[in-house]
């Protein structure tokens, strides 16, 4: 029992996460991956509960004809226009990008006669069509691609999730593990590069389990998009009390021995 507890808590705790320093990398890989699935699955629910829906109202709400092609929006019906919106997002056409439309959601994307753009609390980025592609604009050829890729695009992000965070985890563990090994060396605790890069990359397990909570948070309506923006910082400095605090966890490295041999002056 206290096996399985001291397992369980390693990613929680100082002491755990300096376990995983002389841990197989099979095992640190193992926990990871764990990790990344509680990310993809929190993502995967907000995508689920706050984006779908608002695309498929959209998508309903769209006129029987209209088309992008040629680097223009082909728009039959009246504009600016509210195709839909929620808490999290909401979609809408506005030809001239006036302005006019104004949600109450965290963020709007907007189809103009040229560009789209994505409004949100630092602003808005704006994408231009490409002048030599077609895409559908329309009920009638959107709904049913829709329907048929909606279950394959919720599959997809949960495999991109899960290696973007692999990736994001062994890079920060790639810059981190120099600055853990100087500390862990003037704290005289044993750590050589191998074991302060599997210690860098298992001190932002702790914080990516706060950034679950937070988007968890987020999608239930416990917290705004302001509040979430801080958890999503907080995440990166947890990793960094962690790294640090797990090195007072290292062993000791044992103190030299006196040579036997070795003749008195």
């Not at 926990?31 to 706050?50: E, G, M, P, R």
């Not at 109202?57 to 082909?74: E, H, R, V």
């Not at 609390?121 to 069509?129: A, T, V």
């Not at 914080?207 to 923006?229: E, K, N, P, Q, R």
Request: charged share 15%; proline share 6%.
């Amino acid at each position: 029992m206290n096996a399985f507890a001291s397992n369980f808590a390693e990613p929680f705790t100082p002491r755990g996460v300096a376990a995983f320093a002389r841990a197989t990398f099979g095992r640190l890989l193992l926990t990871q991956f764990i990790i990344a699935l509680l990310v993809a699955v929190s993502i995967i629910s907000f995508l689920h509960d706050n984006c779908f829906p608002t695309i498929q109202q959209a998508i309903q709400n769209l006129p029987d004809t209209g088309k992008i092609s040629y680097g223009k929006l082909a728009w039959p019906g009246d504009s600016p226009k509210l195709l839909a919106g929620g808490k999290f997002l909401a979609l809408a056409v506005d030809l001239d990008h006036s302005g006019q439309i104004q949600s109450t959601a965290d963020a709007q994307v907007e189809f103009g006669g040229n560009s789209v753009r994505i409004f949100s609390l630092l602003g808005y980025l704006e994408f231009f069509y490409p002048p030599d592609r077609y895409a559908p604009f329309n009920r009638a050829e959107l709904e049913p691609i829709w329907g048929a890729w909606r279950a394959e695009i919720l599959f997809l992000a949960a495999i991109a999730t899960v290696v973007a965070f692999f990736l994001v985890w062994w890079i920060l563990a790639t810059l981190y593990f120099v600055p853990a090994w100087i500390f862990a060396f003037y704290l005289n605790r044993e750590a050589d590069f191998r074991a302060s890069w599997k210690l860098s990359t298992a001190a932002l397990l702790p914080g990516t389990l706060l950034l679950v909570a937070g988007i968890l948070l987020y999608d239930f309506d416990f917290l705004t998009l302001v509040s979430f923006g801080f958890i999503f910082g907080a995440h990166f400095i947890l990793g960094w009390i962690y790294l640090f605090a797990a090195s007072f966890f290292l062993p000791r490295i044992p103190p030299l021995r006196k040579n036997p041999f070795r003749t008195k002056r």
